[in-house]
């Protein structure tokens, strides 16, 4: 089967991290299929035996924000699900999907309009990565970023209107849009998804020969 017949069925915590999971699949030659979740970790983490059960029979890629659980992903990924089926990348983002879009640093400062040295050369090491990010937008030379990513003075949330829609746009776009194998160099967690999809292709491959 060529690769890029290949459907792998997703599970994500938001439309952002769908986003990133289609931009993924793309990346290794594949086509994303359907797209569950959208409803949180906790959803997720419930529903966790089923997905692996169903990754028995066809490809399966569940990502999930380490947040503030653990130190690291490895330890939480043993915990978590500690014998996957063989169709089943169980992957960590570290520590939310924000950290991973800012790791293309040139991409994202050219998107938001403002000087690269904003953006930051270690986006896995930050303890609020949203946050970091709207604080980056809010510098930004565009006011129609400004006004969407940013959440108004007193309106007790955390980003703007269009926050989630523009960042998916960021990462969509087939041109001057996020480039996951450069974010890589910033982002080990990002690399090791990659690298993960990249070996689920090819036994998704080897079990349709």
């Known amino acids: 089967m060529p690769a890029r017949d290949l459907l792998i069925n997703g599970v994500v915590e938001g439309d952002i991290d769908a986003a990133v999971f289609r931009r993924l699949v793309k990346e290794v030659g594949a086509r994303s299929g359907p797209v569950f ?9 419930k529903k966790l035996a089923g997905f692996n059960e169903a990754a028995r029979r066809s490809p399966w890629v569940v990502l999930v924000d380490l947040d503030s659980d653990a130190d690291c992903a490895p330890p939480l990924i043993a915990k978590t699900l500690p014998t996957p089926s063989q169709l089943m990348r169980f992957r960590i983002v570290v520590r939310e999907i924000e950290a991973w879009v800012m790791g293309d640093r040139e991409r994202l400062a050219q998107f938001l309009h403002v000087n690269l040295s904003m953006v930051p ?24 970023i400004r006004v969407d990513l940013v959440p108004r003075r007193g309106s007790g949330r955390e980003v703007g209107p269009a926050y ?16 996951p194998r450069v974010a890589a160099r910033q982002s080990e967690s990002l690399d090791r998804c990659i690298r993960a999809l990249a070996s689920l292709v090819k036994d998704a491959r080897a079990r349709a020969r």
């Open 37 to 45: 979740g959208r409803n949180g970790k906790g959803q997720i983490l």
């Open 121 to 144: 050369t270690n986006p896995e090491d930050l303890e609020d990565p949203k946050k970091h990010l709207v604080e980056i937008a809010s510098r930004s030379s565009d006011a129609d």
């Open 164 to 179: 989630k829609s523009r960042l998916v746009e960021f990462i969509s776009k087939p041109t001057r849009g996020w480039r």
